[in-house]
């Protein structure tokens, strides 16, 4: 099996808020299930997901690779996403991540070395009067992220 029984049932579980014929609507959830699981989604693991759910896998690559939120290749242990949209580049966000490239040592779009931190540049937020923001592993939303407040946090994360 591609997944857990445990994943699964977790799948099974969004497959029931809908309809048969609308499978297709649990996608988002089953990706995000296979990719707790798998830490990323390999083209396998995107395949097999749409098969579990009966879509053709073209309608599990597009909402994959439509969504930051979903990691098509292995990221590091913190997922650092940091928002450079105009409202938030105003308020610093491009600063953030000038400094964040400058303190990890990498570009946007890489890993550290050690496999700790993945740096990426993402789209709205949807935080704009905290700018500047970032994400942290798809879960945790940073606000006012100066170069205290990024030291800070990169501090409690090591």
């Known amino acids: 099996m591609m997944l857990s029984e445990e994943s699964l049932k977790k799948i099974d579980k969004e497959l029931t808020k809908y309809p048969e014929e609308s499978f297709r609507s649990a996608i988002m959830s089953a990706l995000t299930i296979a990719q707790q699981e798998k830490k990323w989604l390999s083209p396998d693991v995107i395949e ?5 759910i009966g879509i053709p896998p073209v309608q ?5 690779t439509f969504y930051n939120m979903y990691d098509l ?17 105003l308020q610093g966000g491009v600063n953030t991540a000038e400094y964040l490239k400058k303190k990890l040592g990498i570009e946007l779009g890489e890993t550290t070395s050690d496999g700790k931190f993945t740096l990426i540049e993402g789209e709205c937020l949807g935080a704009c ?5 970032l994400l942290l592993n798809n879960h945790k939303m940073c606000s006012f992220m100066t ?12």
């Not at 599990?60 to 994959?64: F, G, K, N, S």
């Open 48 to 52: 097999f997901v749409a098969d579990y």
């Open 60 to 64: 599990a690559y597009e909402v994959a």
């Open 73 to 89: 290749k292995p990221v590091g242990k913190y997922k650092l996403q940091v928002c450079t949209n105009l409202p938030c580049a």
């Open 129 to 133: 009067g905290d700018a500047p923001v």
């Open 147 to 158: 170069e205290g407040a990024i030291d800070k946090m990169l501090a409690e994360l090591n």
